[in-house]
């Protein structure tokens, strides 16, 4: 079984632009959660989409928005990019809402320069 | 606000020690509790999950213990070995999973 992809890994950007990351999940999963990764605040939730529709979010601003198509394929994006946006942005599947036994992709390293 | 303290930050073990980390919690609406492995370059890995009306769950050399009354929890790795030099990230549950700061590795050879 394939296990979570991400796409593209590496991403560079400049201030004000746009940007959009694309996860595929482990076949069978239809829960997709997005975290961010950086050294000072390490993972912190997004928000995670289950059947198209996204069902929680964390406390980031609107400029971060995703979505989910009908075969559980995830895609977020960050609008006007800032500095401190650079992270690593990781994707997590599993099979039900909540994010049990979640499996994470290898991410998109995100440089905002 | 952090719902899940994570401690020690760095941690150095000699092969064939016991490395311990430990992460408490507030939130007593979290149902499950998980542990993750991150090695450089990849994304976090499932290690061991345990629910908290049990107070103890083994997988070979990863052992978490689980005190509910403290709301506490513990990775225990027995017999430290090179290859788990990581960083190790314990997390919880309610409505979504929410992690602690990591705790970095290192095992001495």
């Known amino acids: 079984k394939a296990g979570v992809t991400q796409t593209p890994r590496y991403l560079i950007k400049t201030r004000g632009q746009q940007v959009t990351l694309s996860c595929s999940p482990i076949s069978g999963h239809r829960s997709v959660s997005w975290y961010q990764q950086t050294p000072g605040q390490g993972l912190q939730f997004l928000f995670e989409?289950?059947?198209?529709?996204?069902?929680n979010k964390g406390n980031f601003p609107g400029r971060f928005s995703g979505r989910q198509f009908s075969n559980s394929r995830s895609e977020m994006n960050v609008s006007t990019l800032e500095l401190g946006d650079s992270a690593l942005y990781l994707c997590a599947s599993s099979e039900d809402l909540g994010g049990a036994e979640a499996f994470f992709g290898q991410g998109t390293r995100l440089t905002v320069v | 606000q952090q719902q899940v303290k994570q401690s020690p930050q760095s941690l150095i073990v000699q092969k064939g020690g016991i490395s311990i980390i430990n992460c408490a919690y507030e939130?007593?609406?979290?149902?499950?509790f998980p542990w993750y492995q991150q090695f450089p370059g990849k994304g976090p890995a499932l290690l061991i999950a345990?629910?908290?009306?049990?107070s103890e769950k083994k997988e070979g050399r990863f052992t978490i213990s689980f005190n509910k009354s403290a709301k506490q929890f513990s990775l225990h790795i027995m017999d430290s070995q090179p290859g788990d030099s990581a960083t190790y990230f314990c997390a919880a549950r309610d409505d979504k999973i929410i992690f602690g700061k990591g705790t970095r590795l290192h095992i001495l050879p």
């Open positions: 939130n007593t609406a979290f149902d499950y």
């Open positions: 989409y289950f059947s198209e529709t996204q069902r």
């Open positions: 345990i629910r908290p009306d049990v």
